[in-house]
């Protein structure tokens, strides 16, 4: 295949310069497990570390869900981005020049109105740098840089956050984007654009408003927010809309400039606008990010507990904030991660952090609010016994059945055993009954609602159950050791030929192994992966679940020769004899006879005779046993 990129040097030279270990490490926390390192999957809700990252090998792989590949592959999956798109990131991050892509026919038309996520995203980053130009304009930005100089925020900070500022007229980003050649309906996908309910055109969506680029953990902006700058305008912020490449549940404002922080603290803090993470980020306080208009979800802790072991949520103790630290109860009970919740009152009269940390010594006092946090549980039983003061015996037990029976609903009682008995301990203790009655709790509790299982969760179990047949287990071999391809002959490789595998998975795998076959780069997995990317792109499908394939066959027979090459060479070998003598076996019940005269039945005999002499006289021990034996 002659591939999309003049040669495979670009790819080659971007895995070569991108450690695996350090490239998952940026994303989540590993931990050293012997020669490999351990971490949380996160492509399915994984509570154990399951995910393995190889550094000999320069692979990852999760056992439990099928997902692995290269470092290309992590990132492509991790950011929903297609193979060029991951090599480009991966090669900026490495100060690597790609050689100029061709591309392929045919647009990236997945998305409404005929716009894919790489279009949105450019979009993205073209608004954000002309609300940049506004903000530096003298006569445009003059209002927004007075509210910014209002808020103290700093020049370094304005740089980091990429802060903007959109003009007060309702076509200023329509006009600059037609100039650029924008295509309008990528505006509309990224939501920066309305269509006019009378008449024809489009309007900005964000008017006169400071901006906030909105960013995922790459730094990629992905959405807006804007704060009105006129007293008269509402509402006081306004958020762009969901889009294909933004979800509200799942992003966190300055994950982008927190997660090393994060990382390196074990503890996320949560504020509640723009300007509060901003004012933490200038106080040198960085492993604090913002939700964006909504309670913490458990979208959010999926992305959090990748990073860190806590929360801490920091909301206003109004009635909002009460509500979004009592939701936080729901994600508790499904996220394996902690929760504590901490308030301004009691320490300073600031109302928000922004306030509290443009004071003299305000950032000693923040640390030490977050410091004192209080667990969730703790904090939920506190607030109920504040309640019931004065209440009688009568009252006060019907309200604590009333909270462990919502805690049963919310599925307290299908935690995992381990974590189950710590809650009924810390419920119990935070509570102050017997443990006993939280446990009497959870078992008369309706518990929670079954609900069917989601794509993804069909898809883990889907692989748990998948095993590998003979056919299969052979690819694995090549893919393990790529000098096997060259000990076979035309007969035994048209054993891997793809009309030969029932799974649509398996088949593109033995299309990506001879393809790298024929083109001379060899049968090695990361040869194959390359190989699948290329056939990706040429027909503008996904084949990730195909390199993941690929990868859980290589891992299978890494896993079951115990990297042992004599084994590995001997199963190959056995996978090419039980396969030759199931095709003899099938030519043999149809009766044919090749040129020379020789019966398939004399053929098999001749051949299974053989494969007896082979085997006494090797005599390699521990063989895996071939599926389907």
């Given at each position: 295949m002659s591939g999309l990129y003049p040669q495979n040097d670009d790819v080659q030279r971007v895995r070569d310069a991108s450690d695996i270990v350090q490239v998952v490490g940026e994303h989540l926390t590993l931990k050293?497990?012997?020669?490999?390192?351990?971490?949380l999957c996160p492509f399915h809700d994984d509570r154990?570390?399951?995910?393995?990252?190889?550094p000999a090998k320069q692979i990852f792989?999760?056992?439990?869900?099928g997902t692995g590949g290269d470092v290309l592959t992590f990132v492509q999956k991790y950011h929903s981005m297609d193979f060029r798109e991951a090599l480009e990131f991966l090669a900026?991050?490495?100060?690597?020049?790609l050689t100029p892509f061709r591309g392929r026919s045919g647009g990236d038309d997945d998305g409404p109105r005929g716009v894919g996520n790489k279009e949105i995203i450019a979009a993205n980053e073209m608004?954000?740098?002309?609300?940049?130009?506004?903000?530096s304009h003298p006569e445009h930005g003059e209002a927004a840089r007075a509210v910014i100089e209002r808020r103290g925020i700093s020049d370094e900070m304005v740089e980091r956050f990429m802060i903007g500022a959109s003009p007060d007229r309702w076509d200023g980003l329509v006009m600059f984007a037609e100039k650029r050649g924008v295509r309008i309906e990528a505006l509309l996908g990224a939501g920066l654009v309305k269509d006019r309910e009378r008449g024809d055109g489009q309007y900005d969506a964000l008017r006169n408003r400071l901006i906030f680029p909105i960013c995922d953990q790459i730094?990629?902006?992905?959405?807006?927010?804007?704060?009105?700058?006129?007293?008269?305008d509402e509402p006081k912020y306004l958020n762009s809309p969901e889009t294909a490449v933004f979800k509200k549940s799942t992003t966190l404002f300055g994950i982008n400039h927190a997660a090393r922080a994060i990382k390196r603290e074990r503890t996320a803090v949560i504020v509640e606008g723009y300007t509060d993470v901003i004012a933490c980020h200038q106080a040198g306080v960085e492993h604090v990010v913002g939700t964006l208009g909504t309670a913490l979800t458990s979208g959010h802790a999926t992305v959090l507990r990748r990073l860190c072991d806590t929360v801490v949520l920091l909301f206003d103790g109004d009635a909002a904030g009460i509500k979004a630290a009592d939701r936080a109860i729901e994600v508790l009970l499904s996220e394996t991660i902690d929760i504590r919740i901490a308030a301004l009152a009691g320490f300073t009269d600031a109302k928000d952090p922004d306030e509290l940390l443009k004071r003299e010594g305000g950032a000693e006092i923040f640390l030490r609010v977050i410091e004192q946090s209080v667990d969730l549980i703790k904090w939920k039983f506190d607030r109920l016994r504040e309640e019931l003061k004065g209440a009688g015996p009568a009252r006060v037990t019907q309200r604590i059945e009333e909270e462990l029976n919502r805690l049963s609903e919310l599925g307290l009682g299908e935690l995992e055993p381990v974590r189950r008995r710590l809650m009924i301990r810390q419920i119990a203790q935070a509570a102050r009954v017997e443990e006993r009655v939280v446990t009497e709790?959870?078992?008369?509790?309706?518990?929670?609602?079954?609900?069917?299982a989601s794509e993804g969760e069909r898809r883990v179990r889907g692989e748990m159950n998948w095993k590998p047949d003979a056919r299969e287990q052979l690819l694995g071999c090549l893919l393990y050791d790529a000098k096997l391809w060259t000990l076979m002959n035309g007969e035994q490789r048209e054993l891997t030929s793809l009309e030969r595998f029932n799974s649509t998975l398996s088949r593109s795998v033995a299309e990506g192994v001879h393809g790298s076959a024929e083109n001379g780069t060899g049968t090695g997995l990361h040869a194959v992966l390359a190989e699948l990317a290329q056939i990706g792109e040429e027909r503008g499908e996904d084949m990730l679940d195909a390199s993941q394939r690929a990868t859980t066959l290589f891992q299978t027979v890494a896993r079951d020769c115990e990297g042992i090459e004599e084994r590995v060479t001997r199963l190959f070998n056995e996978c090419i004899g039980s396969l030759s003598a199931r095709d003899a076996r099938n030519r043999m019940e149809a009766g044919v006879v090749d040129d020379s005269g020789e019966s398939e039945a004399q053929k098999l005999a001749r051949f299974l005779a053989g494969e007896r002499e082979s085997r006494s006289r090797t005599g390699v021990g521990g063989r895996p046993r071939i599926s389907g034996e």
């Open positions: 050293p497990k012997g020669r490999e390192y351990v971490g154990n570390p399951s995910m393995s990252v190889v792989h999760c056992f439990v869900c900026s991050r490495a100060n690597i020049e608004a954000a740098g002309f609300y940049r130009a506004v903000l730094g990629r902006v992905i959405a807006f927010g804007g704060r009105k700058i006129a007293e008269e709790a959870i078992r008369t509790g309706r518990g929670r609602r079954p609900i069917g």
